[in-house]
């Protein structure tokens, strides 16, 4: 790692107070060296990588790091910081901050002696020399590993000691929980796991993160570490950017149970499938591996195993330890909206083409089982009405069942599709789906913690489960909660079907402001999904096709605005952000809000405010002309579908001129303040000294 990290970057006494301050204070080091390019193109690349998930880990450590183009080699720099500086840490700010960069094609042999520093970092013998280290030079001599971590004892280090030790005993997450912890844990699950005579639990796991340097390699070490304590044997898999060597075979068929702890899909997934399974976030792996290993023992007590499936996502996870119900209510709802929205493209689509070819009389046409004339249009009209129809008749099951397998996984999916199913049928609609869905996770959760005798264990996931929880989510949608949920959702549509004037303009301008607050996260998944449900039905009211018009026009505001932005003012941005603007106009123009995420990753408080003000103004506008959309998605490809199109497009002018010119105008002021910064210098005084007293961007 010699030519990794030296003394010039390591900075022992670092003044920033916020994360993006402390990025750009270390990164201002490596372009010194000519280790980076672009310093603005390689901060955005480090805040879009932050934006994905905070990089801060308990014990007081802050590791941001991402692969970007503007890396000509892979580098290191360490910053030690008095006051600490908050990068999402649940027991707090980072005082020892790692900011690591590699280059897009960063090789195997680079990638793993990043990841050998993840795995030190869990080591607190080394991030006490480190905390207790008086010089540069011997601060990068420990990260190479040229000196052993021998912390001094000294004040500082006593301090250091101290601080730390306060650190563990505060934060309930901490990844080098104390063995006596770790012990109980394993007291607490003696005996939880299968008759293996004398040998130890035995548990495979795999790692990965998005980037795969950091995170991947540390869970990996903190399960590793608490195996060793729990005496369970425990193998684990990383995933990371340098590739992975797979687990012998016979390594997984001889475990007892199986932890994921992942950010991306695990590769080749169904290689662990029969055996008791928890899934979990990378951090999860980090901070609480006892707890993990405790759970898994006492699935695999109860019997519970996995079968082959589709890699899980972060979303559809139920949640981890410590979550607020709100942060894991927002997940579990989230699973039902990714699965459901392809349903609502592909159907809502296909009638709308039925629509646009055969007129809104093909609702009533023949099915095509029975008459079908190859070479009559509206045959074929009736054909695509018919398919989409279909599609969308799965909403509402699609919705409720995969709610339930956020929830609990597998199981889930039976009580969730028919309680779903039988909100469809007594007319509950997407309200009935929603509470559907939240009903079949908690029964099945609740069946889950019953005690089962091992000679029911087998059948369990197959038979039981799914027998009882039906059932008695069937009973709960047919007698006691259906009809209180179909009269509300009738009120809900007799509302929106009433709504006229400004009441309309209101709701638009409310609806823009949301599609454009997170650009494609859950509270814009909230508006679209509001809007398509009122177009879900064979015969959607005037009020319903305005909504989704003024949903569909909000969420191509913020890709075209930044893409504008890029081409009128192309100084105001990094060179990456202006080859992302490029795309931009494709992806803003197909409605795919997320072309605007590189964007505001790199300057949120300015560009989502700006897109917030330009998405409420195309709103309501939208609203206020009048005009209809039957298709759920497409952008400007569905717009001979869209009534009013020309003052519907007018709308949408409208937001991307007041959001670019905003954007514009707030950029251009940061720089001037910038440049007034910088000449006001003294001589002597470096420009990152001022530019760190200076409100930096998010």
């Known amino acids: 790692m010699s030519d990794m990290i030296t003394a010039d970057l390591v900075d022992l006494d670092l003044s920033a107070d916020t994360k993006e301050a402390a990025a750009r204070a270390l990164a201002e080091r490596m372009v010194a060296l000519g280790r980076v390019t672009d310093l603005e193109g390689f901060l955005a690349d480090v805040a879009a990588r932050e934006a994905q998930m905070p990089t801060g880990l308990d014990g007081g450590i802050g590791i941001p790091h991402c692969r970007s183009a503007h890396v000509t080699e892979p580098t290191l720099a360490f910053g030690r910081s008095a006051a600490g500086v908050d990068f999402g840490a649940p027991d707090g700010p980072a005082d020892l901050i790692f900011l690591i960069a590699a280059p897009a094609g960063a090789d195997d042999a680079h990638l793993t002696i990043l990841s050998a520093l993840a795995r030190q970092l869990m080591n607190s013998e080394f991030t006490d020399a480190l905390r207790a280290v008086g010089d540069a030079g011997t601060a990068a001599a420990l990260i190479r590993g040229d000196e052993t971590p021998t912390p001094e004892k000294g004040e500082k280090g006593a301090e250091s000691a101290a601080a730390t030790a306060s650190a563990e005993g505060g934060s309930q997450n901490t990844a080098a929980a104390p063995a006596a912890a770790s012990a109980g844990t394993a007291a607490a699950t003696e005996g939880a796991g299968p008759e293996t005579g ?20 540390m869970a990996a070490e ?68 006892a707890e993990l290993i405790g759970e898994v023992r006492t699935k695999a007590a109860r019997g519970e195993v996995t079968s082959g499936s589709a890699p899980a996502t972060p979303v559809e996870r139920a949640g981890e330890a410590g979550e607020g119900y709100g942060t894991k209510l927002r997940k579990w709802l989230m699973s039902g909206v990714s699965y459901m929205v392809p349903f609502v493209a592909a159907g809502g689509l296909l009638i709308a083409l039925g629509f646009a070819i055969g007129g809104y009389e093909i609702k009533s046409a023949p099915s095509v089982l029975d008459h079908f004339v190859w070479t009559q249009t509206d045959s074929w009209a009736a054909l695509m009405f018919q398919i989409g129809a279909v599609a969308f008749g799965f909403l509402v099951p699609v919705l409720a069942g995969y709610i339930a397998y956020g929830m609990a996984d597998r199981p889930g999916l039976v009580p969730g599709f028919v309680g779903g199913m039988i909100a469809s049928t007594i007319n509950a609609g997407f309200l009935g789906g929603l509470v559907a869905g939240l009903l079949a996770g908690g029964v099945v959760m609740a069946i889950q913690k019953i005690d089962i005798p091992k000679v029911l264990r087998g059948i369990m996931p197959v038979v039981v489960i799914p027998l009882i929880s039906t059932a008695i989510v069937g009973f709960l949608m047919f007698v006691v909660v259906g009809k209180p949920i179909a009269s509300a959702q009738k009120g809900m549509t007799d509302w929106l079907n009433g709504l006229s004037g400004s009441n309309a303009i209101l709701l638009g301008s409310l609806l823009g402001l949301m599609m454009c607050f997170d650009l494609g996260g859950p509270v814009n998944k909230v508006a679209y999904t509001f809007a398509t449900a009122g177009i879900a039905v064979s015969n959607p009211s005037d009020s319903a096709m305005k909504i989704m018009a003024a949903v569909m026009a909000a969420g191509m505001v913020p890709p075209l605005a930044m893409a504008l932005a890029t081409t009128v003012r192309g100084k105001l941005f990094t060179e990456t952000e202006r080859e992302n603007g490029k795309a931009a106009w494709v992806l803003g123009a197909s409605f795919i809000s997320e072309g605007a995420i590189p964007f505001a990753a790199a300057d949120p408080l300015r560009v989502i405010p700006s897109s917030m003000v330009g998405g409420a103004i195309t709103g309501a506008l939208s609203m206020a002309f009048g005009a209809t959309l039957r298709a759920p998605h497409g952008g400007i490809f569905v717009v001979p579908l869209i009534g009013n199109p020309f003052l519907y497009l007018i709308a949408i002018a409208a937001g991307v001129c007041v959001t670019t010119a905003l954007v514009v105008v707030l950029k251009g002021l940061r720089k001037q303040a910038q440049q007034a910064s910088a000449g006001g210098s003294a001589a002597g005084t470096s420009a990152t000294a001022k530019e760190d007293r200076q409100p930096v961007a998010a």
Do not use: M, W
Not at 200 to 213: D, L, M, N, W
């Open 198 to 217: 004398e040998r130890p639990f035995r548990i495979v796991a795999v790692t990965s993160c998005p980037t795969g340097i950091a995170h991947t390699y």
């Open 222 to 289: 903190s399960l590793e570490n608490a195996g060793r304590e729990a005496g369970v044997e425990l193998v684990v898999e990383t995933q990371g950017s340098a590739g992975f060597t797979r687990l012998d075979p016979e390594v997984i068929a001889a475990a007892d149970g199986v932890i994921f702890a992942h950010d991306v899909p695990v590769r080749e997934k169904d290689r662990f499938a029969g055996k008791p399974t928890v899934d979990v976030g990378v951090k999860a792996g980090i901070n609480r591996p």
